[in-house]
């Protein structure tokens, strides 16, 4: 009688654990309609047209939301399009499935710094680090996009930012 509620508790916690693992999808199990459609958007944004392959892509994301190449490439393509903020948040949905996911961390990296976030681009790139036991294309590619620094309208509306801050302030 005393080993009953430990039995249920312990059965009941095998059975959560394995569903939560169950229910991820890895790498090679992704929709092959997702993947296909990853290649179509990925070779229309390496053609230019990005407005098709933002639009490709999110279709991609719409047959398999755990498509973690469909959130990097999207996110490419949208900070390709000027919208660096939106492209933060598809990276981080990448990183929500892998966190140690390179590419996502480069893209998030170099979306920030266009945002003028230089110093969380720079953990970025120490974690990018971390995981690459030889250098690697990514930490090169966010290495350039640091030293290159903020675009000139970054660093103005964070001026404008940080002194409206002061001028409320006072």
Do not use: W
């Amino acid at each position: 009688m005393r080993f009953t509620s430990v039995a249920i508790a312990a059965a009941l916690t095998l059975v959560t654990v394995s569903t939560a693992l169950h229910g991820q999808k890895r790498d090679d199990q992704i929709d092959a309609r997702s993947t296909a459609l990853l290649t179509e958007g990925e070779a229309a944004a390496k053609a230019g047209d990005l407005d098709s392959a933002a639009d490709t892509l999110e279709t991609a994301l719409a047959v398999d939301p755990r498509n973690r190449a469909a959130f990097v490439a999207l996110g490419d393509v949208t900070h390709k399009r000027g919208m660096p903020g939106k492209a933060i948040r598809l990276y981080r949905e990448a990183l929500n499935l892998d966190p140690n996911d390179i590419a996502a961390l480069r893209g998030e990296g170099e979306a920030l710094v266009a945002r003028g976030a230089v110093e969380q681009a720079k953990a970025d790139l120490a974690k990018i680090r971390r995981l690459c036991a030889n250098a690697c294309p990514e930490a090169s590619a966010l290495t350039a996009a640091i030293a290159k620094g903020p675009p000139a309208t970054a660093l103005a509306s964070k001026t404008e930012n940080e002194a409206h801050a002061a001028t409320s302030a006072e």
